[in-house]
């Protein structure tokens, strides 16, 4: 690890990333609305949580990934609430100018965020409700990592949510949807929105549920990949094969 730049072990999406990423993606939508709710979103009556779902299969491999910086290029807080809530609506949300991110329901819609006039955002929920996470990169060239909570829990670990955790894995050209809280190499428990006393973050010994009702993501960029160096080789015209590239010292 080199200047403090955190190397991780984060998790790529196996075929279901690489071949997401012809998906369609909405532009920004700014219908603004007259009224607006003074309360903070997370103060709003219906209080709501995230449970841990049904089983979802979801694939992923392990990979080695160095953080370009420490600090995130973007970090985002959603409130959400039984409530109705108002404000500006944003169909999706502009992590960077090359990442879009979207809340979907279970049928894949986009539902309505709202931009809040203190610049939070906010969710009005359904109790019952399944839910995902979705992310696109239009870069052609940079990979950056995703690190979400759920009611203050990171949906890899299920321990308390932090910044030095590791993330999935966002290629370039590709899609990201994060369905639930990971079990396993080849599973997720399906994000619901809940009471809060029926919430993962209330029954799990690492959560709280003074922390139910918001969604936190961060968004790292990844370094590079560099080349290994080249190795002499001793017969190097009888390969049968083309040789991985690599770099001339």
């Not at 080199?2 to 999406?13: D, G, V, W, Y």
């Not at 909405?26 to 997370?42: G, L, N, R, Y």
């Not at 959560?207 to 160096?229: C, Q, R, S, Y």
Request: with cysteine; hydrophobic share 35%; net charge positive.
């Amino acid at each position: 690890m080199k200047i403090n730049i955190k190397r991780n072990i984060a998790l790529i999406f196996g075929l279901v990333m690489i071949l997401a990423g012809c998906s369609s993606q909405q532009h920004i939508s700014s219908e603004s609305t007259a009224v607006e709710d003074s309360a903070p979103a997370a103060k709003l009556s219906q209080n709501l949580g995230t449970k841990w779902g049904e089983n979802v299969n979801s694939n992923v491999v392990s990979v080695e990934a160095t953080r370009l910086r420490n600090t995130p290029e973007s970090l985002v807080e959603i409130y959400y609430t039984g409530s109705k809530v108002t404000g500006q609506n944003r169909t999706d949300l502009t992590l960077v100018p090359s990442v879009k991110m979207n809340i979907q329901d279970d049928s894949g819609r986009n539902m309505a965020i709202k931009q809040r006039s203190n610049g939070e955002y906010a969710l009005s929920a359904k109790e019952g409700d399944r839910y995902q996470l979705s992310f696109r990169n239009r870069s052609n060239t940079t990979t950056y990592e995703v690190v979400a909570t759920i009611d203050g829990l990171d949906v890899i670990s299920g321990q308390a949510g932090s910044l030095s955790r590791s993330g999935y894995l966002l290629r370039p050209g590709s899609s990201l949807q994060i369905e639930g809280f990971r079990k396993s190499d080849s599973a997720v428990a399906a994000f619901r929105f809940s009471k809060p006393e029926e919430s993962y973050a209330a029954k799990s010994l690492a959560g709280d549920v003074k922390n139910t009702g918001i969604i936190g993501v961060a968004l790292f960029e990844i370094a590079p990949e560099k080349l290994p160096d080249c190795k002499p080789q001793a017969f190097p015209q009888d390969s049968r094969y083309a040789p991985e590239p690599c770099e001339k010292r």
